[in-house]
Structures are given as structure tokens and as C-alpha cells.
């Protein structure tokens, strides 16, 4: 699932990993309401988020919520700059918007796969 306040950014990020197959995008959100909604729904994996969401900011509050009901999902935080948050963990990983798209494409990835 992708999180991020750009319309464009999300469907980039969604195709670029359909494109490189191996996983399935369940869906898009564009602020934390219909990001808790849809993680709530599908129960995916791994959530690739943006931190700076317009409606909580900075998006730590999305981090927490999807930690406390879904333990088990990964998060993967992506951003124009380094990580937004200081949250530790196995579950929390960081990928630059500016990164190759392999490398992106890695992060995800690694995500799903980790165990």
C-alpha cells in the first residue's frame, strides 16, 4: 500500500512497483483517514508512507497507529530528505523519492520479504 499527499507521486510509486512485479499494490491513500481505512481493509504487508502528511503532522501519528493494530505490517517511509522520525525498528525502513527506482523497488521488497 502506498501513503503519500501527491496524487502523482503515489500512482509513480505504484506503477514503477508493478512494473517490477513480484508484489501487489492494494491500494493508495492520500492522508491518514483512508490510509488507517485501507490498511484496516486489505491488512497489507508493507506500507510505503510519506511521514509529511498534510492532516497530521508529520505523519508519526500513522507510523504508531499502523504498529499498534498491525504489528506484523512493515513500514517503509519514504521522503525528499532523510527518515522524518526517529521510530527504531524491524519494521521501519527508509527509501530517498530521489532513489533509483531499483533501489526503491529493493526496499519494498526486502520489506515483503523479511522475516
Known sequence: MIVDAD???RQSLT?????AGGVEVLGSAGDVRAALELVELHHPDVVVIDPRLPDIPPGVALVRGIRL???ATRIVL???GGPETALP???LAFVAK???AE???AAVLKACFAI
Do not use: I, K, Y
Open 7 to 9: 496524487r502523482r507521486v
Open 15 to 19: 506503477d514503477v512497483l508493478r512494473l
Open 69 to 71: 493494530a498491525w504489528p
Open 78 to 80: 519514504t521522503g525528499w
Open 89 to 91: 525498528g524491524p519494521d
Open 98 to 100: 530521489s532513489a533509483p
Open 103 to 105: 533501489e526503491f523497488v
